[in-house]
């Protein structure tokens, strides 16, 4: 398979105690695939992709994209934040050219620059600086930088988490055209249903204490889809009812039921 989580488990020293994050979670994803990881806050999603991204390391198992362990950070995973990390002095343009540095010919840097800008709709906004941008504008340029990099796999922790429901809905549109036309195999960390039901192919659910893969779910509808559409809505019922008993585990076991 393309990228395959073998065995995955984290733990934490918690106060001299040990304290398990995710366990024994075993995936594999096809090239091309849009596979949203959805769970309750705290079940170990953005640690997952954190692992995945090479920034955490595992206390077992092992990570393989293509035919390689993945061991560290590097340039086939392209990552985009629930915070826009841009350099607040450089420009929108300046932002997306220093991801694509290593690019020797500058005409070459500048073209890709401004095609990912342009299909990210921010053409008009190369010589502004992220404080002169909404909060949508700058996820636009994170993932136009993460883009420009041409990444194996992009990871998406949460990229619109923290953005007004209307912003969120037109990015979510944009994420969705984006990927039809690249068809990148995108990893994306959200704890919306109905995001993770109108973007992907593949939903991974996880349970809590320890983050475990409770579900693995085909999403097959027909693209776009509306939230009032029958199997929509459906699908996230389904998948509420899976969360609502895992949210009602954890309270049983804080109040020492």
């Known amino acids: 398979m393309f990228l395959t989580?073998?065995?995955?488990?984290?733990?934490?020293?918690?106060?001299?105690?040990?304290q398990t994050v995710l366990s024994s979670i075993n995936v594999t994803i096809k090239e091309g695939e849009f596979v949203s990881i959805l769970g309750p806050s705290g079940c170990g999603k953005s640690t997952l992709l954190s692992i995945v991204a090479g920034l955490t390391k595992p206390t077992t198992g092992e990570?393989?994209?293509?035919?390689?362990?993945i061991k560290g950070p590097g340039k086939d995973r392209g990552m985009v934040f629930q915070q826009a990390a841009l350099f607040p002095w450089m420009t929108v343009e300046e932002n997306v050219?220093?991801?694509?540095?290593?690019?020797?010919?500058?005409k070459d840097q500048l073209e890709k620059a401004h095609h990912f800008l342009k299909?990210?709709?921010?053409?008009?906004?190369?010589?502004?600086?992220?404080?002169?941008?909404?909060?949508?504008m700058q996820q636009r340029v994170s993932i136009a930088r993460a883009l420009a990099m041409n990444p194996t796999v992009l990871l998406m922790d949460e990229p619109f988490g923290a953005l007004d429901e209307q912003t969120r809905m037109l990015l979510q549109k944009e994420l969705e055209k984006i990927w039809l036309e690249t068809k990148k195999t995108v990893l994306f960390v959200t704890h919306s249903i109905y995001e993770s039901i109108k973007l992907s192919d593949r939903i991974l659910v996880m349970g809590t204490r320890p983050g475990e893969i409770i579900a693995d779910i085909t999403v097959d509808i027909e693209r776009p889809r509306l939230r009032t559409d029958e199997q929509v809505t459906r699908l996230e019922s389904e998948i509420s009812?899976?969360?609502?008993?895992?949210?009602?585990?954890v309270m049983y076991e804080e109040l020492g039921r």
Do not use: C, W
């Open 97 to 106: 050219l220093f991801a694509i540095r290593d690019i020797k010919d500058k």
């Open 119 to 136: 299909m990210v709709q921010l053409s008009s906004s190369l010589h502004l600086h992220p404080h002169e941008l909404s909060g949508g």
């Open 5 to 18: 989580i073998n065995d995955i488990s984290k733990d934490y020293m918690n106060q001299q105690t040990v």
């Open 241 to 249: 009812n899976l969360l609502e008993k895992e949210i009602e585990k």
């Open 63 to 69: 990570i393989r994209l293509k035919d390689s362990v």
